[in-house]
């Protein structure tokens, strides 16, 4: 007999998570073993567990999420992430595809459907919701966005714009170092970097340019 799908959840809104979790149960496929609110948790458990499938919500306290997927990817390759989020802007869907995700979904889509991604994601295959997939173009080397995002924003690496937004969260420097898992020294380079890069030289100012280029929300 073949044995259940197993897939870890992660979304800070139990409420939502626990819906999700019934609805995947409804069916034999899946088996869901756990259920987090945190990025980081997820990771834990993920590299204990070692499941077919890891659900990230991108908005959610701590770790962020694109860092997990990278961090998930990279110790247990066989473990596909998917991304469940309320938000499409271009940079979101380009970082997913960088750290190889196997679907981007909305939360505007109903359960059923994120039961389907789970399902063409556990054989192998890729799923995006529709205005998602209507951005991708595949090419020779791979899925891309099919226009590249020109913002300052898109000079920055995925690191920085990580950095970045934990700046707009308010965390301090110390705060940030323990979350991404970087010494002090790190953070300050990368902190230096990206603001040598958009030419933005106040904390207040980087915030407010990170809420006007929509990556203070995630």
Do not use: W
Not at 14 to 43: K, N, P, S, Y
Not at 58 to 76: N, Q
Not at 189 to 209: P, Q, S, W
Request: proline share 4%; glycine share 6%.
């Amino acid at each position: 007999m073949t044995r259940p799908v197993s897939v870890i959840l992660a979304d800070d809104h139990t409420l939502l998570r626990d819906m999700l979790a019934r609805h995947i149960e409804a069916t034999a496929e899946f088996t869901v073993l756990a259920g987090v609110g945190r990025a980081e948790d997820a990771v834990a458990l993920t590299f204990k567990h070692k499941p077919d499938i890891v659900v990230l919500d991108i908005d959610m306290p701590g770790l962020e999420s694109f860092e997990a997927a990278r961090r998930i990817k990279s110790a247990c390759p066989d473990t596909r992430v998917v991304f469940l989020t309320a938000f499409v802007h271009d940079r979101y869907i380009e970082r997913a595809l960088s750290v190889s995700a196997s679907g981007y979904l909305t939360k505007g889509e109903p359960p059923a459907t994120l039961v389907d991604a789970l399902r063409a994601v556990a054989g192998g295959a890729a799923y995006y919701s529709p205005e998602v997939a209507d951005r991708i173009v595949f090419t020779a080397e791979g899925m891309r966005l099919a226009q590249q995002p020109h913002s300052r924003a898109s000079a920055l690496s995925g690191r920085e714009v990580e950095i970045l937004r934990y700046l707009a969260r308010g965390m301090s420097k110390k705060q940030i170092a323990q979350t991404a898992c970087l010494s002090e020294r790190t953070v300050n380079r990368h902190c230096a970097n990206l603001m040598g890069k958009l030419d933005i030289h106040d904390r207040v100012e980087l915030t407010r340019f990170a809420i006007r280029e929509g990556l203070a929300d995630a």
